[in-house]
C-alpha cells in the first residue's frame, strides 16, 4: 500500500504547508482519505500536484471533529462517505476504526494487513491509544501522524518513544507532535524514523 500525505505543517518542494493532517491511503483496491486537513485550498492544490482523483476515493474517516481535520471535507467528491468516530460499519475488510472517548472522541484507523496505524491528534494519549491497537493487532509496522506533544519536556518525549519502540516497527510523527518532539523521536528510533510532510510518499 501507498500512504500519500496531502497536508501537513511541513512540506516540501512545490507543495503547500498547513495547521492540519490528511493522508491519502491507497490500498490494492480501494482508496481512502484519512482527515482532510484545515482548508479546501490547500488540500486541493496538494492533491493536484499529487494527480490524485478525488472521485476514487472511497471513504473518509474523520480522526476528530476539530478544524485542522475537517477543513477540507468541502474539497471531497459527493461520492466519497465521510466517517466520523463510531459511524464505521466495517464495509472495507482490510480497516478497522478503534474510538476513544476521552478527552474528545477520536478514532485511529488501521490497516490490519499492513499494520499500519493512522492517528489525526492523539488527544486520547499517543502512547494509550498505541498499546490498545498493540494488544487488538500485535506489533504494528508504522504509527502515522499527529502525537499532540507540544508542551511536554524532551524526557517525557523519549521515554514515550521508548515504549513506542516496542509496539512499531517504524514511526513517521508530524502535524502537531512539534518540531522538539520529533527530533527526539528521531533519535531514539535512529533508521525506524521516517519524517512526514506533505508531500511524501510512504511505501509499506
Ligand atoms: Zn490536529
Ligand atoms: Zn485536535
Given at each position: 500500500m501507498?500512504?500519500?500525505?496531502l497536508y501537513d505543517n511541513q512540506a516540501r518542494e512545490k507543495f503547500?504547508?498547513?495547521w492540519?493532517?490528511?493522508?491519502?491511503?491507497?490500498?490494492?483496491?480501494?482508496?481512502?482519505?484519512?482527515?482532510t486537513g484545515a482548508d479546501v485550498e490547500t488540500l486541493a492544490y496538494n492533491a493536484r500536484l499529487l494527480e490524485i482523483d478525488k472521485d476514487k476515493i472511497s471513504h473518509c474517516f474523520i480522526s476528530h471533529d476539530h478544524y485542522d481535520h475537517t477543513g477540507g471535507i468541502g474539497w471531497l467528491s459527493p461520492k466519497t462517505k465521510v466517517v466520523f468516530p463510531n459511524q464505521y460499519k466495517g464495509e472495507i475488510s482490510q480497516i478497522d476504526a478503534m474510538v476513544f472517548d476521552l478527552p474528545i472522541k477520536e478514532q485511529t484507523v488501521i490497516v490490519k494487513p499492513n499494520k499500519v496505524m493512522l492517528v489525526?491528534?492523539?488527544?486520547?494519549?499517543?502512547?494509550?491509544?498505541?498499546?490498545?491497537v498493540y494488544e487488538k493487532y500485535g506489533k504494528l509496522k508504522l504509527i502515522?501522524?499527529?502525537?499532540?506533544?507540544?508542551?511536554?519536556?524532551?524526557?517525557e518525549v523519549s521515554?514515550?518513544?521508548?515504549?513506542?519502540?516496542?509496539?512499531?516497527?517504524?514511526?513517521a510523527p508530524c502535524h502537531c507532535t512539534g518540531e522538539s518532539?520529533?527530533?527526539?523521536?528521531e533519535e531514539v528510533f535512529g533508521k525506524r524514523f521516517i519524517?512526514?510532510?506533505?508531500?511524501?510518499?510512504?511505501e509499506i
Open positions: 501507498k500512504l500519500i500525505t503547500k504547508a498547513g492540519g493532517f490528511s493522508c491519502l491511503l491507497k490500498l490494492e483496491e480501494q482508496t481512502i482519505l484519512f482527515d489525526g491528534c492523539s488527544h486520547p494519549g499517543i502512547v494509550r491509544m498505541a498499546n490498545a502515522i501522524g499527529g502525537f499532540h506533544l507540544l508542551g511536554k519536556s524532551e524526557r521515554e514515550m518513544a521508548k515504549v513506542l519502540l516496542e509496539k512499531t516497527e517504524l514511526i518532539a520529533i527530533k527526539v523521536f519524517e512526514n510532510y506533505a508531500g511524501k510518499i510512504i
